[in-house]
């Protein structure tokens, strides 16, 4: 079954730090672009950074550039977002999501799907 | 880009259709011919599923009451004929470089 896993998550004081993993499970993770995406309380989502399949290329949303480090270790099919200088406004579900296999199509569908396969979330809270 | 759903809400009656619209600030027209445009539902206490992918084609599982269509900038999701299992919130979201949500369309039935 293709999965993804994500955990380390929990309560941390604010300007504090916390590495938050994702454990992925049924496919090969180093095809894949992967992304974190969060979704603060009652609110909409959004997407945080996403990382190439070789790690060579990283994006971030404005909001946590110089504060966030996404990686990934292919060998242990894990991708992994260290949160530094965490203020309470990173309060939220982080999920973990398969982005895109470009510049590889998917071999099904012939298309760039993009967040295809989603984890169940794990809870970041910051706060005193 | 910014992208802009309306409504935010939608109330409806069961076997009616539903449509959302999306509205990106620039146009998702790539080079190579393709729009990196998505639609995602996230049903209460779920994690998101995707729904379609480059505008109109449904992901695997999704009921053919699903349709997606648009171009540029104008994108919509319609829903033929809304069922219970359908209420949740809808996301559109681009893929060009970053990605970028919309802010979501809750959907209720009446």
């Known amino acids: 079954e293709v999965q993804l896993v994500e955990s380390g998550g929990g309560l941390v004081q604010p300007g504090g730090s916390l590495r938050i993993s994702c454990a992925a499970s049924g496919f090969t993770l180093s095809g894949h672009w992967m992304s974190w995406v969060r979704q603060a309380p009652g609110k909409g989502l959004e997407w945080v950074a996403n990382?190439?399949?070789?790690?060579?290329?990283?994006n971030y949303v404005d909001s946590v550039k110089g504060r966030f480090t996404i990686s990934r270790d292919n060998a242990e099919n894990s991708l992994h977002l260290q949160m530094n200088s965490l203020r309470a406004e990173d309060t939220a579900v982080y999920y973990c999501a398969r982005d895109t296999q470009w510049p590889n199509y998917d071999i099904l569908t012939g298309y760039f799907l993009v967040f295809d396969i989603w984890g169940q979330g794990t809870m970041v809270t910051v706060s005193p | 880009i910014v992208m802009t759903q309306t409504p935010l809400s939608l109330s409806v009656t069961p076997g009616q259709p539903a449509s959302i619209s999306c509205k990106s600030s620039?146009?998702?027209?790539?080079?190579?011919?393709?729009?990196?445009l998505f639609w995602y539902l996230q049903k209460p206490g779920q994690s998101p599923q995707l729904l379609i992918y480059e505008v109109s084609n449904r992901f695997s599982g999704v009921p053919d009451r699903f349709s997606g269509s648009g171009s540029g900038t104008d994108f919509t999701l319609k829903i033929s004929r809304v069922e219970a299992e359908d209420v949740g919130i809808y996301y559109c979201m681009h893929s060009i470089q970053l990605r970028t949500f919309g802010q979501g369309t809750k959907v209720e039935i009446k």
């Open positions: 990382i190439k399949q070789d790690g060579s290329e990283k």
């Open positions: 620039e146009s998702l027209l790539q080079s190579d011919g393709k729009t990196y």
